[in-house]
């Protein structure tokens, strides 16, 4: 069992990642002090219940004397949103839910999201513990970014509502397709990227083996890419400056994820694009070689991830899309620019015209 720990000064939690933790949930809340008295809410979607992982959680809830209630969300990412964050409130008002319970988000980055916000949002707040269940979540249950969407708008209705615990059992990345395992990399490999140049190495010469979830080298996987998501949220909580730099490929892809229809392109495959994308723009822009660049494009290709822009986007929503970014102000562009592998830097407004030039280089051929 690896740990891993964020501390931001004011919360700290642990990252508990290892095999057989879902059956062990009940002990977990035990030693987090989880009050038995009062009743607890499992959020999960359809296909994480059809995969078989609700079960063993409900079981050892109820072996460790906890009564829980389950609220299933469709799969997908078109249930991060407010209406039915709003028919989980009533659910867990009508279920008794109070200050003292505990919300189990039981999935994906979408899952977590969506019930970090109800846990966040419910009596003004109550605790939450993340269960995560794909790839992705090695970023997504890590830093306490929790929200809905808007039709048009990413992530753009939440708070920092930092977790109790992530428990990651990574036995529930066995069901997991392939294309959400490759997804779920895209962030991993983002991490090495702003962080971490060995990391990024180890990645390329592991990549197989990562996708194909061998047991010896999936624990050192995420055990790194959390703990370089640890390091940053602990470092700055909020977003008032570095933690932007988990952003990197993410002004496109977000623009791109939301244009394209939410669930089109997955999160990760939308942010492999920007990805690319950024890497050229920071080329573009002098911040780094064209060697560089190319490099990240080879490990999003080496992963069976999506390099160009979708045909059917245009360009003005894109810039439009990416204008309202919530790391831009003003209207401006910002962006997270690559300086070399492990280095980034965050940079206000960068010329659209600029930005045009690289859609346009990087659409579908
Ligand atoms: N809060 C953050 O810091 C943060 C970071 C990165 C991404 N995100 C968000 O995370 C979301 C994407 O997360 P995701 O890629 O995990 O998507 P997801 O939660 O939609 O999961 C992907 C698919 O896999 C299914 N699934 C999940 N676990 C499974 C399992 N073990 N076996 C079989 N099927 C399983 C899901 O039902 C879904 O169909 C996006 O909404 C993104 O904005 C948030
Ligand atoms: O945790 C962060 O900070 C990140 O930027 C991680 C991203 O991978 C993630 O997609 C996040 O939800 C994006 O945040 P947003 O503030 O741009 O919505
Ligand atoms: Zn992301």
């Known amino acids: 069992m690896i740990r891993e720990r964020v501390d931001t000064g004011h919360t700290s939690y642990d990252i508990v990642i290892g095999t057989g933790l879902l059956a062990r949930t009940g002990a977990f809340l035990q030693e987090l002090n989880v009050k038995a008295a009062s009743r607890h809410l499992i959020i999960t979607d359809t296909n994480v219940q059809a995969a078989g992982h609700l079960a063993p959680v409900l079981s050892s809830l109820e072996a460790a004397g906890y009564r829980a209630d389950v609220f299933v969300i469709p799969a997908g990412e078109a249930s991060k949103r407010l209406a039915l964050a709003e028919e989980a409130f009533e659910f867990a008002y009508e279920k008794g839910l109070d200050r003292h319970s505990v919300v189990l988000a039981l999935g994906g980055g979408v899952v977590g999201d969506f019930a970090g916000f109800v846990a966040a949002a419910y009596m003004r707040g109550i605790n939450f513990v993340q269960l995560p269940t794909t790839m992705l979540a090695q970023d997504s249950a890590v830093g306490g970014k929790v929200a809905v969407n808007l039709s048009r708008a990413k ?3 939440g708070a920092f509502h930092q977790p109790l615990a992530v428990l990651y059992d990574i036995e529930t990345l066995h069901t997991l397709p392939l294309r959400e395992r ?14 971490d140049a060995e990391f990024f190495d180890w990645m390329k010469t592991h990549t197989a083996a990562i996708l194909q979830n061998d047991p010896a080298v999936l624990p050192e996987l995420l055990a790194r890419s959390c703990r370089i998501k640890a390091e940053v949220v602990s470092a700055d909580e909020r977003e008032q400056g ?6 990197f490929g993410h002004t496109l892809g977000h623009a791109v994820e939301t244009l394209a229809g939410y669930g089109r392109l997955g999160h990760g495959e939308a942010v492999a694009i920007g990805m690319v994308a950024a890497a050229r723009l920071s080329v573009r822009l002098g911040y780094c070689s064209a060697e560089t660049a190319a490099e990240v494009e080879a490990m999003v290709e080496l992963a069976g991830l999506p390099t160009r822009i979708p045909n059917n986007l245009d360009t003005d929503e894109l810039i439009s899309s990416m204008q309202k970014d919530k790391k831009a102000t003003g209207g401006t562009l910002t962006f997270v620019l690559l300086r070399r592998i492990g280095e980034v830097e965050i940079v206000k407004e960068v010329p659209p015209e600029q930005v045009r030039e690289v859609i346009a280089a990087t659409r579908e051929g």
């Open 155 to 157: 992530n753009i209705i």
């Open 242 to 247: 570095l933690r932007a730099i988990l952003n």
């Open 182 to 195: 490759r997804g779920g990399y895209a962030e991993a490999i983002k991490h090495g990227i702003i962080r």
